[in-house]
């Protein structure tokens, strides 16, 4: 049976890729902060942060997995303006302090990378060969990543980053436009809130089923050659278009009277738009979406609208 070691166990993705892995029998191993609430039975737990790399070489020495995911990061774009040094540590350094102790131990290394790492492109959709441009904290840490993904593959190590497009689920924490978007619209048919504060509407970005994105990552981790890969569902759809379909769940035609423009919530700099060519993975390793933007707004709003229901008591 494998052994697997995830980072960022108690992330969304984390927690998703834990459940897929357990399920096929292999044996899961998890780096959690202290005080991390994984909630899922049968991983293996082992505290500490990934920024502390001794300890987390130690953990990886340890385990002597066969596989290493590393989700493990900040995971906001706005929020690393304000921590660049932490992102760099987390994001960057970590990273490269863990391919470097799956190279030791013949692990397989499995970079959750970002579209951050292309910043403002000026090609769309973006593809493996667009150039690496960040354009904030977040996508330059992601970006030395990537690139000692490669470094450390020369040397030897089955490694790939995936560049991972925008991918949601009703496990996206609310600092996130779409659950944002999802759990106040489900507090506004619950009649508990009577609007939603937003950015820029017109913002546009590739947003996927996160269960389908933490499946790429398994045919990555199991694929003969290893390579990088983008990994996107190839529609773009704006932020106004997602608040559309949202309040559509809930019979609202007329939302912009339910939503307001903040201007303190629009970024000083923002990717107009990112979308993601992934024909080489789904060519490569047979990967494809399986759930539509329509699915995958209907699928949050009725789950912030259940959560609502069951933290209500009736009466
Ligand atoms: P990101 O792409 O990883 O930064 O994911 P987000 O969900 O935080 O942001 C996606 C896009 O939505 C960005 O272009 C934001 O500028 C835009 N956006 C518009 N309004 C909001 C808002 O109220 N909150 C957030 N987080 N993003 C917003």
């Known amino acids: 049976m494998p052994t697997a070691l995830i980072t960022g166990v108690g992330g969304q993705d984390g927690g998703y890729l834990a459940e897929r892995l357990l399920a096929d029998g292999v044996e899961v191993h998890a780096l959690a902060l202290p005080g991390d609430d994984v909630g899922i039975d049968g991983v293996h737990l082992h505290t500490g942060d990934v920024a502390d790399l001794d300890a987390t070489?130690?953990?990886?020495?340890?385990?002597?997995?066969?596989?290493?995911?590393?989700?493990?990061?900040?995971?906001?774009?706005?929020?690393?303006?304000?921590?660049?040094?932490?992102?760099?540590?987390?994001?960057?350094?970590a990273a490269a302090g863990l391919m470097g102790a799956a190279h030791d131990v013949g692990a397989r290394f499995v970079q959750a990378s970002s579209a951050e790492i292309f910043g403002l492109p000026d090609r769309s959709p973006q593809d493996e060969d667009t150039p690496v441009r960040p354009?904030?904290?977040y996508g330059a840490a992601k970006a030395y990543a990537h690139f000692m993904v490669e470094v450390y593959r020369r040397r030897g190590l089955h490694g790939t980053s995936l560049v991972l497009y925008n991918h949601e689920s009703p496990r996206r924490p609310a600092h996130f436009v779409t659950r944002k978007i999802s759990s106040g619209v489900a507090a506004i048919a619950a009649g508990h809130a009577g609007r939603i504060s937003l950015g820029n509407l017109a913002a546009r970005r590739d947003w996927g089923w996160a269960?389908?994105?933490v499946e790429a990552m398994v045919l990555a981790a199991r694929a003969t050659t290893p390579r990088d890969y983008v990994v996107a569902t190839g529609e773009a759809h704006s932020v106004e278009e997602f608040a559309a379909a949202a309040f559509g769940c809930i019979g609202i035609a007329d939302w912009s009277s339910y939503v307001d423009v903040d201007p303190a919530l629009i970024r000083p700099v923002d990717a107009p738009a990112l979308v993601g060519d992934?024909?080489?993975i789904r060519e490569e390793l047979?990967?494809?979406p399986t759930v539509d933007f329509g699915e995958l707004v209907r699928r949050m709003v009725e789950a912030d609208r259940l959560l609502l229901e069951t933290a209500t008591p009736p009466g």
């Open 286 to 288: 047979g990967w494809q």
């Open 135 to 137: 354009a904030n904290p």
């Open 278 to 280: 992934a024909s080489r």
């Open 211 to 213: 269960p389908d994105y």
């Open 57 to 93: 070489r130690a953990s990886i020495l340890e385990v002597a997995p066969d596989e290493v995911y590393n989700l493990a990061g900040l995971s906001s774009v706005a929020r690393s303006w304000d921590e660049p040094g932490l992102t760099a540590r987390v994001n960057g350094l």
